[in-house]
């Protein structure tokens, strides 16, 4: 049995993906730059999700208003890594996550059908102290998934499930430095 919490992620020894969903306006100009550009805000927090189930959930296949246009952000590891080094668990005292320039939170994984299952997905929150380092030096490439996903999702309706599985980029799980787990990780 897979441990309760574990970052499961796509990465090589360089990047890690992570996966944002946003309205077309953000996502076409960030595309266009390769980059996050305005309208993207650089005055707000932002989340990024390694699990990109997770985020076919929370975004109802990019089907969700405002989160039509899945992007795979491809960021560096050291930045990945700096992020969580400075991150609070939302679970801690108010006050230190107030504080905090980076939140972590555990959610229930999702499966191919957006039930809840018995581990937890790993999601992060950039405050915007920090957006502007995440968009401008962390992030190496930034890739379109919408239309992969809306594929994966009709085949997933139409009970062609592993079809539509295989569609989705494979994820395993990511070797967390120590001193990282134990900070992040309940029960670590």
Not at 27 to 46: C, I, K, N, Q
Not at 114 to 134: E, K, M, P
Not at 172 to 187: D, I, Q, S, T
Request: without cysteine; proline residues 7%; charged residues 25%.
């Amino acid at each position: 049995m897979a441990p309760r919490y574990q970052i499961r992620a796509d990465y090589d020894a360089h990047t890690i993906v992570v996966y944002q969903a946003y309205p077309p306006a953000i996502a076409d100009a960030a595309l266009r730059a390769g980059r996050f550009v305005e309208p993207f805000s650089f005055h707000r927090m932002t989340w990024i999700k390694p699990s990109i189930l997770w985020l076919m959930h929370r975004s109802n296949w990019a089907r969700k208003p405002g989160q039509e246009r899945v992007l795979a952000v491809r960021m560096k590891r050291d930045g990945w890594e700096e992020a969580l080094s400075r991150a609070a668990l939302t679970t801690a005292d108010p006050a230190v996550v107030a504080g905090a320039a980076v939140h972590v939170q555990w959610d229930p994984e999702r499966s191919l059908r957006g039930a809840a299952l018995n581990h937890y997905s790993i999601q992060v929150g950039i405050s915007r102290h920090l957006t502007r380092t995440f968009a401008e030096d962390w992030i190496v490439g930034l890739s379109d998934l919408t239309p992969q996903v809306r594929k994966a999702a009709s085949l997933v309706r139409g009970a062609h499930a592993a079809r539509g599985r295989r569609l989705l980029p494979a994820e395993r799980v990511y070797p967390l430095p120590r001193a990282l787990e134990n900070r992040l990780v309940p029960g670590a």
